[in-house]
């Protein structure tokens, strides 16, 4: 393998390393902080500005290490992840209405969506089934962007947590891509690992602790469906049912997250927008007395054995993979359900 791959992400890690420190201090002086609020995990302000340095970390290895500055849609991507970032900072130091939000979320989602070939944007296991005009076959997609992006923003929520599945993800897509043999694509995803491990230790950090911001939490997410578009379509060999099977399996948790808080805030008659403290981590972590390090860890094991249990089961028929996934969100939707009520029960 060219050593240019492992030197992206070792360069990543080391602008991490370095640049941190001195974000960390400029940030303090400047105040840019996360606000304390009745749904913070911390009771100090933290500097939010990781997402930052992590742009200029995995943009920088990408340039020096890969010749994807130079191929058609570099710029096309660039421009959708610049709408990501700005929507980041700008949330972070002065928060923005939903609705613009998600339209910060919608634009990078359509751009990325372009620049997927035409034939490979169709629903996952309903395209054998039923053959639907385009159009539908877009806006699934569009959506399953933005949704994913949520998910990330939203777990972000304690320390380590959206880092460490961030690293889980893009080490998958890295080894993915090995074995595709795109070089441009694993030079990014492992530059990505390399950013966030450098990081994980800051962010877990009792003295010199930073957090990802929005703006870290979305670009966490953006690229990491991007990788997920890639994957499913340049596995030409591979049936899409399988590699969509394989990338949820990547993201297991933070969807399961979105999907099964959305759907109590609606059965409680609230809107699925509302913030609350009903995410597993907020349940975890109050049963665990606070300790968010034995929080994220209980749940990238978690992510971990869901990717193992995807990967062993990749090859099976249609349906084999719902009945799996439905399962397996089962399963994970009990065991919430089951840890909230011990939760209510501690604090009643």
Same mark, same amino acid.
């Given at each position: ?32 902080? $996360? ?17 930052? =340095?992590?742009?200029? $970390? ?6 020096? !290490? ?13 421009? $959708? !992840? ?100 795109? $070089? ?16 994980? !230790? ?50 297991? =948790? ?61 090859? =099976? ?32």
């Amino acid at each position: 393998m060219d050593i240019s791959i492992y030197k992206s992400g070792i360069t990543a890690l080391v602008i991490i390393l370095i640049c941190t420190p001195i974000l960390i201090y400029v940030s303090k002086k400047k105040g840019f902080y $996360a606000l304390v609020n009745h749904r913070s995990s911390h009771d100090v302000s933290i500097p939010n500005t990781g997402g930052i =340095i992590l742009c200029i $970390a995995v943009l920088t290895s990408l340039v020096l !290490f890969s010749d994807y500055p130079n191929q058609e849609d570099f710029s096309l991507l660039i421009s $959708a !992840f610049a709408v990501l970032l700005i929507t980041g900072i700008i949330d972070d130091f002065n928060p923005i209405p939903v609705a613009y939000k998600f339209l910060g979320q919608f634009i990078p989602a359509i751009a990325i969506v372009s620049m997927i070939n035409k034939q490979e944007l169709v629903i996952p296991f309903i395209h054998d089934i039923i053959q639907l005009p385009y159009i539908f076959n877009y806006l699934f997609w569009i959506l399953f962007i933005v949704i994913t992006i949520n998910a990330f923003n939203l777990i972000d929520g304690i320390d380590g947590l959206a880092i460490g599945l961030g690293i889980i993800g893009s080490l998958f897509y890295f080894l993915k891509f090995i074995i595709i043999m795109d $070089a441009n694509l694993t030079v990014f995803s492992i530059s990505l690992s390399g950013g966030l491990l450098g990081l994980f !230790f800051f962010n877990i950090s009792s003295k010199m602790k930073i957090f990802l911001g929005d703006t870290g939490s979305l670009m966490i997410g953006g690229l990491l469906v991007f990788f997920a578009l890639k994957f499913i379509s340049l596995s030409e060999n591979t049936p899409i049912n399988n590699s969509f099977f394989l990338v949820l399996g990547s993201i297991f =948790i933070p969807l399961a997250d979105i999907i099964r808080v959305s759907f109590v805030r609606l059965l409680n008659g609230k809107s699925p927008f509302q913030a609350d403290n009903k995410h597993i981590h907020h349940i975890i972590l109050d049963l665990l007395k606070g300790n968010h390090l034995y929080t994220t860890g209980i749940l990238i094991t978690s992510q971990i054995g869901v990717m193992i249990l995807f990967q062993l089961y990749a090859n =099976i028929g249609l349906t084999m993979y719902l009945l799996i996934i439905i399962l397996t969100f089962l399963v994970y939707s009990g065991v919430a359900y089951w840890l909230n009520r011990q939760r209510n029960y501690i604090i009643d």
